[in-house]
């Protein structure tokens, strides 16, 4: 019997560590960017893309050509499919800034018409006093979300 309680104690064990870990990187894991490949701007990478966004020029074709050993002509294909791609990726994504911003100003307006004057000057002190890092690309902060 005194090897079963050994079994019970190493197991419960490993079971808090598995749910430390677990709770640590699901914290972690809000604050961080997602994967390369859900983030559209990886596919923009090189001229032509927003400037401060995304990977250097060929970045992502050097992490393809890691991953997938391509030739030479590859990657001349894949460069060229993505600057065909991307005018229409930029203008995407564009849309999509416009209307998350327009959607995230109706919220606020919305929000706005529930409050009292004054909880409605201290509801805009506190957009204002958001993270800029929080904010998005036309320097709306989120009011959902983390």
């Not at 859900?38 to 990478?45: G, I, K, N, V």
């Not at 391509?70 to 791609?85: H, K, M, V």
Request: glycine share 12%.
């Amino acid at each position: 019997m005194p090897g079963n309680s050994t079994r019970v104690w190493f197991s419960l064990f490993v079971l808090a560590v598995f749910c430390f870990g677990l709770a640590v990187g699901l914290v972690l894991g809000r604050h961080m960017p997602g994967p390369p490949f859900d983030r559209p701007e990886m596919f923009m990478a090189g001229p032509g893309g927003p400037p401060g966004r995304g990977p250097r020029p060929g970045m992502l074709i050097e992490r393809l050509n890691r991953e997938l050993q391509l030739s030479d002509d590859q990657r001349a294909r894949i460069q060229s499919i993505f600057d065909a791609r991307r005018p229409q990726l930029e203008a995407i994504q564009r849309d999509m800034a416009a209307r998350a911003g327009e959607e995230q100003r109706e919220l606020q307006a919305e929000i706005r018409k529930v409050l009292t004057p004054g909880q409605q000057v201290q509801f805009d002190r506190w957009l204002e006093q958001q993270p800029r890092g929080r904010r998005g690309r036309n320097g709306d902060p989120p009011l959902y979300g983390k």
